[in-house]
């Protein structure tokens, strides 16, 4: 079962200035949302906002109708996934990396279920032997998505996946979310990128001055 996100009226002040300024938004269970704007505008701020990764001056994220400050943080990290823009790999293999989030709960990651997450990421099993920091960034990106899955998270929420990677493997991510989105995930995608915000295919917001409108 995949959960509401929404995000009320956030407020961030950095220094005497509204970073975001009541930025609002809503993501029903299994919808895209792109959020695309320009440099400075806050989407960084909103996304680790939204993550839970910074507390807002004022305002609420809302998980399931659920304040998130009423989840364990853990929890709720488990069920929103937030990827960075260059994903830091943990030492060791691919495989370590898959392996890490469910050892966090104490459950072990069988081959199968590791094969079947290299596979939805678009990769292939020998990858797994591989030791995840001497990836390419592209690769990298799929490496953390499917490290995420591994987590059977109910939202995917990702900070610029593209903008480190050449056009061809930025596609490649937006489509891979694409198909992750048909699987029955929320995904939340910021970019700067219009085209990418675009071809996502679901919601498209605009960040303007730390506020959010929905785009048409
Ligand atoms: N911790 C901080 N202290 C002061 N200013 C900040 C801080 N974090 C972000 N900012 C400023 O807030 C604005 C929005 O930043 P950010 O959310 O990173 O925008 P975006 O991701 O859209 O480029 C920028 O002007 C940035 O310099
Ligand atoms: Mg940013």
């Known amino acids: 079962m995949t959960s509401t996100l929404e995000a009320r009226e956030l407020v961030v002040v950095r220094e005497d200035r509204r970073i975001l300024d009541g930025a609002s938004i809503l993501v029903p269970p299994g919808e895209a949302v792109a959020i695309q704007g320009p440099s400075g505008s806050g989407k960084s701020t909103f996304a680790r ?53 469910p050892q966090v709960h104490g459950k072990s990651l069988s081959d199968v279920r590791a094969s079947e ?6 990769l292939d099993e020998p990858i797994l032997q591989r030791e995840a920091r001497t990836l390419s960034g592209g ?51 910021v970019t700067h990128e219009e085209s990418h915000a675009r071809a996502l295919g679901g919601t498209l917001y605009r960040c303007e ?8």
């Open 49 to 101: 906002a939204l993550a839970t990764l910074l507390e807002p001056d004022a305002g609420a994220v809302l998980l399931g109708g659920l304040d998130a400050q009423r989840i364990a943080p853990t929890q709720f990290r488990t069920r929103v996934a937030f990827l960075a823009q260059q994903p830091a790999m943990f030492e060791g293999s691919v495989l370590r990396n898959l392996e890490a989030g």
């Open 117 to 122: 997450l290299i596979r939805a990421v678009g």
């Open 139 to 189: 690769e990298k990106q799929r490496v953390a998505l499917a490290r995420a899955l591994a987590n059977e998270p109910e939202v995917l929420l990702l900070d610029e996946p593209t903008a480190a990677l050449d056009p061809d493997a930025g596609e490649r991510i937006v489509a891979l979310l694409r198909e992750l989105r048909a699987r029955g995930l929320s995904v939340v995608m």
């Open 209 to 216: 001055r730390g506020r959010l409108a929905i785009d048409s």
